[in-house]
């Protein structure tokens, strides 16, 4: 394989494993925008959603399996909201972050100890592991086709989700003007539970399409939080479009990190990229120096 | 004087706590039980030192598991990296004569030449002001949340790195470290015969911390840390430097965690990567959080137990589960430490039944009784 076909091979797992990330840093900017919080249980909704869907395929067809996975996933969220968020408005947004942090361990306990620690996977949606297509001389899987094309329908059903239906642009308004909002008559309660539910099933859609791939296992949820808060610092906060250009740029340095270093530290170039944009710029690629402040002088 | 003498009634009462321990030990016979009480009560320094950051300087930090494993790899490795190779060399030779490197059988009966154990903690040292300046300067600019997130990174990236290289010991950590003679007889080692000689000294560093703390939290640097924690701006309007205190107890609490790391490290032999995972990280700020952040005692106290009591296997499978709902009730219910909230608590009956009382004595007068 010469060198162009292998880097066209990096670009698509980055492009691939980047689209999961951007679909995290998607919930992550949906739930910062409609309540400030950085939810770090984003990640586990990823997981929750690979594992129901796991378990409903033993005794249904795929389609109602996904469906199913994405639907309780979302309520899952909700609830998540409606217990802890709903009544601690008081509390500082830094406790948030941590009962979120809290929250993420004790899902991922609850997996473990409902499900085990095997690894599971969905069966492929079309073909099977040994099935390749040919792409401008890269092989891949067709699932990797399904991935990109789910979270691209995804993307462009919230952007347009967003924009053009009331309910969207009642959530955007939550989001920029929290009093106005609510004078305007839109309820900012139910805006946040459903911005919680929303991120939850977009999350679990992503677990279910990447099952086949990169397997579901309990502990999958916590690089993945991390590397998918990395992705939308670096497209800037509050801003779920650019969120899916920080995703895909995290996923192709990590994928052309394994080109340069061992394989062991390719979640440390996640990490680091996380480190270096909270240092050096902050407000991401996309977003404004004045919008959120982000460093304290 | 008697007021002087009323302060130092906890570190008296501390002191006889750790005896009373001893000789309860001693009398049931399960003297077992002093490998985790050590254990925990090294662990327990961190969480001081972790209580020092949050509650007084109110910064986040959830990768102080990453500053303790680097104390306790470094001095680790120092000491069981075999330097025989230049055994011939001058330099060999002078290291040995100021007593920076020893020659020792190692577990397998080999003759090895490391670093001495003193020279080991000392470079720990350096290695761990370095690292948290480094990472502190740019980190402790960022508010709140990205601090605990850029903090969070930092520890799972001193994870990976030490789980993906074998000069580590990749996922099996480093065994066979060495004890660690402090001179006046004392050695900090994993002996059984040596046991209550360690669980002393664990008992007497923390003592030893707590005192600097408190002597620290009474003092000029006390007052300035509790200004910024309570409005920064206000802080730094008064003159105070706020980013040069905030750095300075970071670094601080980054080593107090190293030096915790250094002595787990001798006492226990070895060292494995779990020690810089998140999971370790944020067991610590929930430790941190259930004593009362701001109070160094209550700090001590949950956190020895709950450590000894998760070490002792006492959780189960729902280990960090545990320590995870932990962190979720404080902050939810209790923010400022459970302590503080049953006082409030109380507080506030007494309150409700003096005023029940007292519109009780009102009423009796108004009807002439």
Redesign the interface.
């Known amino acids: 394989m010469d060198s162009g076909n292998l880097a066209l091979q990096y670009l698509l797992s980055g492009v691939t494993k980047g689209s999961i990330y951007a679909v995290v840093a998607i919930g992550f900017n949906l739930i910062y925008s409609a309540t400030g919080v950085?939810n770090f249980a984003q990640g586990e909704f990823v997981m929750l959603g690979g594992m129901v869907a796991v378990t409903l395929a033993h005794f249904a067809p795929l389609p109602v399996a996904l469906t199913g996975a994405v639907i309780i996933v979302a309520l899952i969220g909700c609830l998540l909201e409606l217990l802890?968020f709903r009544n601690?408005r008081r509390?500082?947004?830094?406790?948030l972050?941590?009962?979120t942090?809290?929250?993420?361990?004790?899902i991922?306990?609850?997996a473990?100890?409902i499900w085990d620690e095997k690894v599971r996977s969905l069966p492929y949606f079309s073909g099977n592991e040994v099935s390749s297509v040919k792409l401008w001389g890269a092989a891949i899987s067709p699932q990797v086709l399904w991935v990109l094309g789910t979270v691209a329908c995804t993307v462009a059903l919230l952007h347009f989700f967003l924009k053009y239906t009331l309910q969207g642009r009642a959530m955007r308004a939550c989001s920029s003007q929290p009093e106005a909002a609510m004078l305007a008559g839109i309820n900012i309660g139910n805006m946040r539970t459903l911005a919680f539910g929303l991120s939850a099933g977009l999350g679990a859609l992503a677990g279910c399409v990447i099952s086949p791939i990169t397997m579901t296992h309990y502990e999958m949820g916590?690089?993945l939080a991390?590397k998918g808060?990395?992705a939308a610092?670096l497209g800037g906060l509050g801003n779920p479009m650019a969120a899916v250009a920080g995703g895909l740029l995290v996923g192709l340095l990590e994928a052309f990190s394994v080109s340069r270093l061992?394989a062991?530290?390719n979640?440390?170039t996640a990490?680091?990229v996380?480190?270096l944009v909270?240092?050096?710029r902050?407000h991401g690629l996309f977003g404004r120096a004045s919008a959120e402040?982000?460093?304290?002088? | 004087m008697l007021g002087k003498l009323k302060g130092l009634w906890p570190f008296v009462a501390f002191g006889v706590g750790c005896v009373l321990v001893h000789q309860l030990l001693r009398v049931t016979e399960t003297e077992y039980c002093f490998t985790q009480l050590t254990m925990s009560l090294y662990y327990s320094m961190v969480v001081i030192g972790l209580c020092l950051l949050m509650g007084y300087a109110g910064q986040?930090s959830?990768g102080h598991g990453g500053f303790f494993a680097i104390g306790g790899f470094t001095s680790a490795i120092l000491t069981t990296f075999d330097f025989s190779k230049l055994k011939g060399t001058s330099l060999a030779a002078f290291l040995k004569q100021i007593h920076m490197f020893v020659s020792r059988e190692d577990l397998f009966g080999n003759q090895v030449m490391n670093v001495s154990p003193w020279a080991a903690f000392v470079a720990a040292m350096l290695v761990t002001f370095v690292i948290a300046a480094l990472v502190g300067y740019?980190?402790l600019?960022?508010?709140?949340?990205?601090l605990?997130?850029?903090t969070?990174?930092?520890g799972?990236?001193v994870n990976?790195?030490v789980?993906?290289?074998s000069f580590t010991g990749a996922a099996d950590g480093i065994n066979g470290v060495p004890e660690w003679k402090l001179g006046l007889g004392l050695a900090v080692s994993g002996k059984s015969a040596a046991r209550v000689q360690n669980y002393y000294l664990a008992c007497g560093l923390v003592l030893l911390l707590l005192i600097l703390l408190r002597n620290l939290v009474h003092s000029r640097v006390g007052r300035a840390l509790q200004a910024i924690h309570d409005r920064?701006t206000a802080a730094?309007a008064l003159g105070i430097n706020t980013?040069a205190y905030k750095l300075k107890v970071f670094i601080l609490s980054a080593m107090i965690a190293a030096m915790a790391g250094v002595f787990f490290t001798h006492y226990t032999a070895g060292i494995g990567p779990s020690e810089a995972g998140?999971?370790k990280s944020?067991r610590y700020?929930?430790l941190a959080?259930a004593g009362g952040m701001a109070s160094l005692w209550g700090v001590t106290c949950v956190s020895t137990l709950l450590n000894y009591l998760s070490l002792r296997g006492i959780f189960g499978?729902?280990d960090?589960?545990v320590?995870?709902?932990?962190?979720?009730l404080i902050?939810?219910l209790a923010?400022e430490g459970p302590f503080k909230a049953v006082r409030e608590w109380i507080l506030g009956r007494k309150k409700e039944e003096c005023r029940m009382q007292k519109n009780k004595n009102r009423l009796a007068r108004e009807v002439g009784v």
Do not use: W
């Open positions: 950085l802890f601690l509390q500082s947004v830094l406790h972050i941590i009962i942090i809290g929250l993420s361990i004790v991922q306990e609850a473990l100890h916590g690089p991390i808060f990395a610092i061992p062991a530290y979640d440390v990490f680091l996380l480190l909270l240092f050096v902050p402040s982000v460093r304290e002088h | 986040v959830l740019p980190a600019r960022l508010r709140g949340h990205y605990a997130m850029a969070l990174g930092f799972l990236i990976k790195i789980l993906g290289t920064e730094n980013s998140a999971l944020i700020v929930a959080a499978s729902y960090n589960a320590f995870g709902a932990i962190l979720i902050i939810s923010p």
